[in-house]
């Protein structure tokens, strides 16, 4: 299976020149089907499989994949009913213990997340939850810091594939939980800002179970002729919706089994 494209290669260097200009710079940008109406969710893809390809000549390394738009309220909030992925590399790592800067960035949110290390490869077009579990090293507590290129963080589904599913920066906390016997479709979780609750759900809002959108995106990889290989670190998706953070705030995302992950911004 390919992509089936509407755009050139032209029209992608064009593109990824944009998006990627915009992602280093951290400068808003119009969303890219103003110029391109009849862009593509595969054209999308190829955009972003070219934004890929150049960070990875440029030395990072791809350490694993991202689902997005996989909840309700991440749907809603966004306007956009349809799930999508995007990559994920070394540069986008971020730790509990270091103020993360929010001048690298355009306008960040963040999105508490189950997070999944695989230890066998999965392949799709016809990936399942069963296969997920069985592929399943170890899952762990995510927030993942989400930064739309797009100006006022409006975008429609092509546009923000092409924008790497609006993915900036990603941290982890310190538990690794064995899946065996664990209730994936029920892990509860209430976010903090400064203390104060800000959002709480639990992982059932991810299609579910979050599993399922590690399936889901196995086989949107199997689209691109791509496949999830083991030791990748993937995050399933925002389980609320995501809030805008500043520097100065601290963010706490406290999970039940999978425990917390907190962090702090700065400029
Ligand atoms: C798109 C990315 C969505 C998620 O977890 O739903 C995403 C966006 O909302 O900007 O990462
Ligand atoms: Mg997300």
Not at 8 to 24: H, K, M, P, S, Y
Not at 240 to 250: C, K, L
Request: aromatic share 6%.
């Amino acid at each position: 299976m390919a992509l089936t494209l509407t755009i050139n290669q032209d029209d992608i260097n064009t593109l990824c020149d944009r998006v990627e200009g915009a992602q280093e710079g951290a400068y808003a940008i119009q969303k890219l089907t103003d110029d391109y109406p009849s862009m593509t969710i595969d054209d999308g893809y190829a955009v972003q499989a070219e934004l890929r390809k150049r960070y990875l000549a440029k030395g990072h390394q791809l350490v694993g994949w991202k689902a997005g738009l996989t909840s309700r309220a991440k749907m809603e909030q966004m306007g956009v009913h349809v799930p999508s992925i995007g990559f994920l590399t070394d540069k986008m790592t971020r730790t509990e213990d270091v103020g993360i800067k929010t001048s690298e960035m355009v306008h960040p949110r963040v999105e508490c997340e189950v997070a999944f290390v695989t230890n066998k490869d999965l392949k799709g077009p016809n990936c399942t939850l069963l296969d997920v579990l069985a592929a399943t090293d170890y899952v762990l507590p995510a927030v993942e810091i989400i930064d739309s290129r797009f100006s006022g963080f409006k975008f429609d589904l092509a546009s923000v594939v092409a924008d790497n599913g609006s993915s900036a920066r990603f941290v982890t906390g310190k538990n690794k939980v064995n899946p065996q016997g664990l209730n994936l479709q029920k892990i509860g979780v209430v976010m903090k800002k400064n203390g104060q609750e800000i959002a709480r759900g639990d992982s059932s809002a991810v299609l579910g179970n979050p599993a399922e959108a590690i399936a889901m995106l196995v086989n949107i990889l199997a689209e691109q002729d791509e496949y999830l290989p083991a030791g990748s670190f993937v995050m399933s998706g925002g389980i609320t919706e995501a809030f805008a953070v500043q520097p100065g705030d601290e963010i706490t995302a406290e999970f039940e089994v999978l425990g917390n992950v907190s962090m702090t911004f700065v400029a």
